[in-house]
């Protein structure tokens, strides 16, 4: 009988070699701790890509993998924490990736290294932090000498000096009097320094990576004017807007409500995703890249004028949770910045890639004053290239107080008649969110 040596599998990084999905591990087993590295297929690989630690977090593998028979995969799970919280966060993998958990799970591990056993850590800790202590109360006691010191001889210097020039100060303040600053000019020349820091800030940010995606964020930058779509008679749609607040993520809408958002665009499918709402008569959410609002800048336009909510996915469709805050608020306000110049109006939704999330971004997101939209349905419609696997997911699921996340491909339009059919058959209102 096999008995289970394993105890837990930490994700450290997921590097892609040469093709190769390639994950280091620190395993723990009998008490011991090694290091290995792990291949997988690449479809796990993809899938645990947007999961791995961030900064100042620790990815804690399932040693488990289970079969969704509705979904007909295995699916598995990462723990994501930090000093805050923590997270579970489900991803679907290979028959293969299964196998190899439980070979570890018995303790048949790869080539590896062995750590420091964990007492032998912490012993090794003990003495550093006792050495450290001393070390540090030392140091302590001699810059309180030395400053009580310092203090003193300044104080008596600057007692004699008060003596000798005590007139000083008082005539000051009598000059002063014929002084006057406009308050005008004073909190015009504040608004400038201020916008000016902000923007510097956000230069400085954009200039550690370079190359020929950077980010060209201005917050000062004037919006143009919307681009005339040229489809005469074409009606908008009137939607139902709900009225999301700045703060927490946004999951889930009261029963007898739908939404359909939209990701990963624009793309040459956005303005037919479109017209087969138009042709509905329903509205959905459409979250941009600001990367590919560029190359598709009518299609960002036309879903605007046709009544569609338009919202942020990113500047790139990076996993801005493993960016630092600095290069968070540069991806997100750069795609604001390119979005707004097709619509006329400023971009307050955003939508994270990959629904990857830790507080950091959170925060960020919410400093900035924009709402964050996430999802409770999601079809996984770009796992398929068939249009029916997309609609069973709907029919197979309670549609009622679902926001589906859907992303711009082939299969997804052809789905979407029969989609939108289904939902006004469960008498449901369709909204979008503002």
């Not at 395993?27 to 999961?51: A, C, F, I, K, W």
């Not at 979904?71 to 924490?81: A, E, N, T």
């Not at 923007?199 to 004017?225: C, F, R, Y």
């Amino acid at each position: 009988m096999k008995t289970e040596a394993l105890q837990t599998i930490e994700l450290l990084s997921l590097e892609v070699n040469q093709g190769c999905h390639e994950l280091q591990l620190a395993v723990e087993s009998d008490g011991r701790r090694y290091v290995t590295t792990l291949e997988v297929d690449e479809r796990t690989g993809l899938q645990l890509l947007p999961l791995g630690p961030g900064e100042g977090e620790r990815a804690r593998l399932s040693l488990y993998t289970s079969w969704d028979p509705y979904r007909q995969v295995h699916y598995s799970s990462v723990i994501k924490s930090n000093s805050v919280r923590s997270e579970t966060h489900y991803f679907t993998c290979s028959k293969l990736y299964g196998d190899l958990m439980e070979q570890l799970r018995l303790g048949e591990l790869p080539e590896r290294t062995e750590e420091r056993p964990a007492e032998q850590e912490l012993q090794v800790e003990l003495k550093v932090s006792k050495t450290s202590n001393l070390t540090y109360i030392m140091k302590m006691t001699r810059l309180i000498s030395v400053s009580f010191r310092l203090i003193v001889l300044t104080c008596l210097l600057y007692i004699g000096w008060f003596e000798l020039e005590g007139g000083f100060l008082t005539n000051q303040g009598e000059a002063g009097k014929d002084l006057h600053v406009p308050v005008a000019a004073t909190e015009v020349a504040d608004e400038e320094q201020a916008a000016s820091r902000l923007n510097d800030h956000i230069v400085q940010a954009q200039g550690e990576d370079g190359g020929e995606d950077a980010i060209s964020a201005s917050l000062k930058t004037e919006a143009q004017p919307p681009v005339a779509s040229g489809e005469a008679g074409q009606k908008p749609a009137a939607a139902e807007a709900v009225e999301i607040t700045v703060g927490k993520p946004y999951y889930s809408l009261p029963k007898g409500l739908v939404a359909l958002t939209f990701d990963d665009g624009p793309s040459i499918y956005t303005k037919d995703i479109v017209d087969e709402l138009l042709k509905h008569e329903v509205a959905a959410t459409f979250l941009f890249v600001g990367k590919n609002a560029g190359k598709h800048a009518e299609s960002v336009t036309y879903a605007y004028e046709q009544g569609m909510a338009v919202g942020n996915h990113s500047w790139d469709h990076g996993n801005l949770a493993a960016l630092k805050n600095e290069k968070m608020a540069t991806n997100i306000a750069g795609a604001n910045e390119k979005l707004e110049q097709f619509i006329g109006q400023p971009i307050t939704l955003f939508r994270p890639p990959y629904g990857s999330l830790n507080d950091r971004l959170t925060d960020t997101v919410e400093d900035m004053g924009m709402k964050m939209l996430m999802w409770n349905r999601d079809p996984e419609d770009w796992r398929t290239n068939a249009a029916k696997d997309i609609l069973q997911y709907f029919q197979q699921t309670d549609p009622s107080g679902g926001i589906y996340v859907l992303h711009e491909k082939k299969a997804t339009l052809e789905a979407l008649p029969d989609i939108i059919e289904y939902l006004k058959k469960q008498e449901l209102k369709f909204v979008i969110f503002q």
